[in-house]
């Protein structure tokens, strides 16, 4: 399994629509996981961390499943701004210091 | 929140050039920053660990004589490429840890680099 694996995309989905990533990850010893978006030619900026279960803010929720080493996006009442693509990360041996990002999931959110 | 500034924010030039980087955290003291680079629809690979008064570690497959990494300050790490040519065209980011540790990494505005 590669370390850190997403959902092929693109997404391609209308404004008010509700999408949601998927993740998996291949290291068990990993103990807090991060989402990020990044926009076109730009610097990846953090959506969300998770540390337990799950994380939840505003129209945005991640779960997490350490037994299937599985990490989820939710994206509720979709915008336009959202359209970017979404890095799943996974601290190596699970400090902080060597993030291993997966390929991303771009999402288009369609007026 | 930590701001951490890249600069310069792209480069284009001539191949054999070399090309520096500055990474700067602006308002805390970075013991160790990253240095990260992404290819067209590729994920961030990180190139090396930045480590203020010591050696920086590099990944493997990462010529560390080709890229030269500089922490001299605890707000301050360069990357510079050396001898560049058209391959070495990326995204290059860097990133800082803040303290408490256990907090995410902070991200540069990254540098387009193209070598011509």
């Known amino acids: 399994r590669k370390e850190v694996e997403q959902d092929p995309g693109p997404f391609n989905v209308p404004e008010g629509a509700t999408v949601a990533f998927n993740c998996t990850y291949s290291?068990?010893?990993?103990?807090?996981f991060f989402w990020y978006r990044q926009d076109c030619r730009k610097e990846p900026k953090l959506l969300m961390s998770?540390?337990?279960s799950g994380n939840e803010d505003g129209r945005f929720t991640a779960q997490l499943n350490r037994a299937s080493q599985y990490i989820s996006l939710l994206i509720r009442d979709s915008k336009l701004s959202d359209s970017a693509t979404y890095l799943c990360?996974?601290?190596?041996?699970?400090?902080?210091?060597?993030?291993?990002f997966g390929k991303g999931t771009k999402l288009s959110v369609k007026p | 929140g930590a701001v951490v500034s890249q600069h310069p924010s792209w480069v284009i030039c001539k191949s054999g050039t070399s090309v520096k980087i500055e990474c700067r955290s602006l308002?805390?003291?970075?013991?160790?920053m990253f240095w990260y680079r992404q290819f067209p629809k590729q994920s961030l690979m990180l190139m090396a660990t930045?480590?203020?008064?010591?050696?920086?570690?590099?990944e493997q497959g990462v010529e560390k004589d080709k890229f030269l990494i500089n922490h001299a300050s605890l707000t301050l790490s360069t990357l510079t490429v050396t001898s560049a040519h058209p391959e070495d065209s990326s995204f290059y980011i860097c990133?800082?840890?803040?303290?408490?540790?256990?907090?995410?990494?902070?991200f540069g505005d990254g540098t387009r680099l193209s070598i011509l």
């Open positions: 990360v996974v601290p190596l041996g699970g400090s902080q210091g060597n993030l291993i």
């Open positions: 990133s800082a840890l803040s303290p408490p540790s256990n907090q995410p990494q902070h």
């Open positions: 930045s480590n203020e008064g010591s050696k920086a570690t590099y």
């Open positions: 998770v540390y337990s």
């Open positions: 290291n068990s010893a990993s103990q807090s």
């Open positions: 308002d805390f003291q970075a013991t160790t």
